[in-house]
């Protein structure tokens, strides 16, 4: 890709709109109204947010890597940054993880290590060992193969998470392979993980900017529409049939995310600043506005009208968690001032 990182305003913009899914799966907001609704909007269309994250994140990280290798050094950098974060979200859900006792697991050291490294020690943290996980396996691939051979790797790898998640119904019933994903189970809770989800994506945006040709934007959006009602036919399908463990990865999400990816390239032009980290921010902060929206509503006896009400659900909580970003980012903008100061 010739344009600079300044320049791909889709991307940017497109990382609010991914945090607000993810809210979305999170509050469910049509489930108050149509059950099939919520499910396409939220187990179906919602599940491109967290792989856009990782194309985002494999686009400028080895995107522009010569040959699409990167030093050690620099990945260890965005290993240690992202370790950082990690730490800070742990702390951040102490409280939350006391409140609903879920802390006591921790005294299993099996279990903390798993959680740790694979779950998350809340239900939306694992997004963030995933992606120290994936770029790090992504890092090794590129270094040691060629790229073709990294992506059928990569590709093996989602193929075998996908019977632990959509497609388990499929594995559930034969003994020797339903026993070998109990033991990645043990392991790991679910497949959508850093080990057999993130990778795929990280590569697919690593080559998307390394090819340096978007598709045409009529042939992103007409792919993006086929493959995109392809994947929604096929998680009904696979709902219906009761045949998924989890509902995170597809078939035809891979295809449906490079669509998308090619489409929002097409988006130039100078970006806000500060949109990736308000994102972050929003995918971090909103199981804790969840809570407190629950406590608020409660407490003025609106529970009916904010938390019965799944779209005004949603909405609250989204506000909620934009606000309390928006304060993060305003504290830590003043404080760093005062430092340099």
Not at 77 to 87: E, N, P, R, W
Not at 291 to 313: E, G, P
Not at 314 to 338: C, D, P, R
């Amino acid at each position: 890709m010739q344009s600079t990182k300044s320049d791909y305003r889709g991307i940017d913009y497109f990382r609010l709109i991914a945090a607000i899914l993810v809210v979305a799966i999170h509050t469910s907001p049509l489930s108050s109204y149509s059950v099939s609704g919520d499910f396409i909007l939220t187990r179906a269309i919602g599940r491109v947010a967290v792989p856009f994250f990782f194309m985002a994140s494999g686009f400028f990280m080895f995107g522009r890597a010569e040959k699409g290798k990167v030093s050690f050094t620099k990945i260890l950098a965005f290993l240690k940054k992202v370790a950082i974060l990690y730490l800070i979200a742990i702390l951040l859900y102490v409280p939350l993880n006391i409140y609903t006792g879920s802390y006591q697991s921790w005294l299993d050291g099996s279990t903390l290590v798993k959680q740790l490294v694979f779950d998350g020690t809340f239900y939306h943290l694992w997004y963030l060992p995933a992606i120290m996980l994936g770029m790090m396996i992504v890092w090794l691939l590129l270094n040691y193969l060629t790229t073709r051979q990294a992506l059928l790797l990569t590709t093996l790898l989602y193929m075998i998470g996908l019977f632990g998640d959509s497609y388990y119904g499929l594995i559930e019933q034969m003994p020797t392979i339903n026993s070998i994903y109990g033991v990645l189970f043990n392991i790991s809770t679910y497949t959508r993980n850093g080990v057999f989800f993130a990778p795929i994506f990280i590569l697919l945006g690593t080559v998307i900017a390394k090819k340096g040709k978007k598709l045409a934007l009529k042939v992103s959006l007409l792919g993006l529409i086929i493959t995109g009602s392809l994947m929604i036919i096929e998680a009904l399908v696979l709902n219906t049939f009761a045949l998924q463990r989890h509902d995170s990865m597809y078939i035809l999400l891979i295809p449906t995310m490079f669509f998308l990816f090619h489409a929002l390239l097409h988006w130039q032009g100078k970006s806000v600043s500060g949109l990736r980290d308000l994102a972050m921010l929003v995918y971090l902060i909103h199981p804790a506005m969840i809570v407190v929206i629950r406590a608020i509503a409660q407490v003025v006896n609106l529970t009916d009208i904010l938390v019965v009400n799944s779209f005004i659900h949603f909405v609250a909580v989204a506000v909620a968690s934009f606000i309390a970003s928006l304060l993060w980012l305003k504290i830590k903008k003043e404080v760093t001032s005062n430092g340099v100061r």
